[in-house]
């Protein structure tokens, strides 16, 4: 997917990732597809900071701010304005329903910038309600990848 939106991913400098994992998306960004920019990651897991701090973030030239944090919630209360905003949270193998909230979307599309790009991974067999997102994001798009759909919105 990031192959599929290089020239547009290339120029993104302020990113937001909602759920850091081991950190694969910054990762992925910086030294495959030559991205360079600042990493706000909002993780509710220490331990899984730690790792990913230990075994990835340290590799990386990119600057990243690893925060721990409830990823459903920082929308709402941060001010600050991304590029990119990469949503991959999971709790075991589904995405609590939660954050397919209308008014999660709309606070989402609050922390982006004009011509901003939401990336918003979920597995397809959860069979996820798509209908709040292109409430708000009419122009949303699926990405099938494997067993994930991500689904693309732009802030215009």
């Given at each position: 997917?990031f192959?599929h939106?290089?020239?547009?991913?290339?120029?993104k400098?302020?990113?937001?990732?909602?759920g850091?994992?081991?950190?694969?998306?910054?990762?992925?960004?910086?030294?495959?597809?030559?991205?360079?920019?600042?990493?706000?990651?909002?993780e509710?897991?220490?331990n899984?900071i730690?790792?990913?701090?230990?075994?990835?973030?340290?590799?990386?030239?990119s600057?990243?701010?690893?925060?721990?944090?409830?990823?459903?919630?920082?929308?709402f209360?941060?001010?600050?304005?991304?590029?990119?905003?990469?949503?991959?949270?999971f709790?075991?193998?589904?995405t609590?329903?939660d954050?397919?909230s209308?008014?999660?979307?709309?606070?989402?599309?609050?922390?982006?910038?004009?011509?901003?790009?939401?990336?918003?991974?979920?597995l397809?067999?959860?069979?996820?309600?798509i209908?709040?997102i292109?409430s708000v994001?009419?122009?949303?798009?699926?990405?099938?990848?494997?067993?994930?759909?991500?689904?693309?919105?732009r802030?215009?």
């Amino acid at each position: 997917m990031f192959i599929h939106l290089s020239p547009e991913i290339k120029d993104k400098k302020e990113v937001l990732l909602l759920g850091l994992g081991l950190g694969s998306i910054p990762y992925l960004l910086e030294k495959k597809m030559g991205v360079d920019a600042y990493y706000t990651a909002i993780e509710i897991d220490e331990n899984i900071i730690y790792l990913a701090e230990k075994y990835t973030l340290q590799y990386l030239n990119s600057g990243i701010s690893a925060v721990q944090a409830d990823a459903l919630a920082f929308p709402f209360y941060t001010e600050e304005k991304f590029d990119l905003i990469c949503f991959d949270v999971f709790n075991d193998n589904e995405t609590p329903l939660d954050f397919f909230s209308t008014d999660y979307f709309e606070a989402l599309k609050e922390c982006l910038e004009p011509n901003g790009l939401l990336l918003f991974n979920v597995l397809r067999a959860q069979q996820p309600p798509i209908e709040n997102i292109l409430s708000v994001f009419p122009n949303a798009v699926p990405f099938t990848s494997n067993e994930n759909d991500v689904w693309i919105a732009r802030n215009v």
